[in-house]
């Protein structure tokens, strides 16, 4: 999936040209060298207007000729490091039965720092599934997850995400304040009744266990919550030895973000009542 990703997309398809059946970009107009970059590596191109993330993937997966039984879902700025190519392909159908996702650990990396600490390494997500068996939850407002609701595998290796264009600190902000208004929406949406497509559990899977932290998180107070959570992860979660970019991306994405969602969940309240 992409818009404008000249700066990220050639490393990412460099990660899995060679090996993979066949490679699939979905365009939504990009404007830069996205398109020559994807045709360089053997994509076929196909475009299709954005939504939201999800509804984006929702679209890729059933309308894309896809031939291949197994889907790897990347988005532009992720890459698959040479160990986790060589574990992907070392998978045996022995391995894989009876298997409908296979969850990655990502490798976070942010103005050239791997964000070791903080409870954010390894952050587990599930982007290689069994294709008919996977769905998407069109309530994702911002992030975009995929699920399955039969058994799971976990692989060893990393996958790395590094979008160089948030090397400019003010495109990661305006983005975050986009997506600040989008999660509070969303948030709103669950909270009056929203449901998840999977039931959370706290000793689940991966992302079991994530919807069950987020019921958590709806049920804390506004405006205190993002102190509590940036303590969580910058002090008890040893954040502070990221070093430098560590402290800026602790800060930014563990408080300044979440105290700006809570803003907009705020305002969003006292628009209802006003109307």
């Given at each position: 999936m992409t818009y404008n990703e000249e700066a990220n997309l050639a490393e990412c398809l460099r990660s899995v040209?060679?090996?993979?059946?066949?490679?699939?970009?979905?365009?939504?107009?990009?404007?830069?060298?996205?398109?020559?970059?994807?045709?360089?590596?053997?994509?076929?191109i196909y475009g299709h207007p954005f939504e939201t993330h999800a509804r984006q993937w929702e679209w890729a997966l059933e309308n894309l000729p896809l031939q291949g039984e197994w889907v790897l879902a990347l988005d532009a700025d992720q890459r698959v490091t040479p160990e986790l190519a060589g574990e992907i392909q070392d998978l045996s159908s022995t391995a894989l039965e009876g298997i409908e996702g296979v969850f990655l650990k990502r490798r976070q990396v942010f103005r050239s720092k791997w964000i070791r600490y903080?409870?954010?390494?390894?952050?587990?997500?599930?982007?290689m599934f069994r294709r008919g068996c996977v769905q998407t939850d069109p309530s994702d407002l911002v992030d975009h997850h995929f699920f399955v609701t039969g058994r799971t595998l976990e692989l060893k290796h990393d996958l790395v995400e590094a979008n160089k264009k948030e090397d400019d600190i003010t495109f990661w902000i305006d983005k975050h304040n986009r997506y600040a208004r989008l999660l509070a929406q969303e948030q709103m949406r669950r909270a009056k009744g929203g449901r998840y497509v999977i039931a959370p559990a706290l000793f689940g899977n991966p992302d079991e266990r994530t919807v069950f932290l987020k019921m958590i998180w709806a049920r804390l107070p506004l405006?205190?919550?993002?102190?509590?959570?940036?303590?969580?992860?910058?002090?008890?979660?040893?954040?502070?030895?990221?070093?430098?970019?560590?402290?800026?991306?602790?800060?930014?994405?563990?408080f300044w973000f979440r105290l700006l969602v809570d803003i907009n969940v705020d305002q969003l309240r006292r628009e209802e009542v006003r109307s």
């Open positions: 040209a060679g090996w993979a059946t066949e490679i699939f970009v979905v365009d939504s107009g990009s404007t830069d060298r996205t398109r020559e970059i994807a045709a360089r590596f053997g994509g076929a903080g409870g954010y390494y390894p952050k587990y997500l599930l982007k405006y205190i919550r993002p102190f509590l959570y940036f303590t969580y992860r910058y002090v008890i979660r040893l954040g502070f030895l990221d070093g430098k970019e560590g402290a800026i991306f602790h800060f930014l994405q563990a």
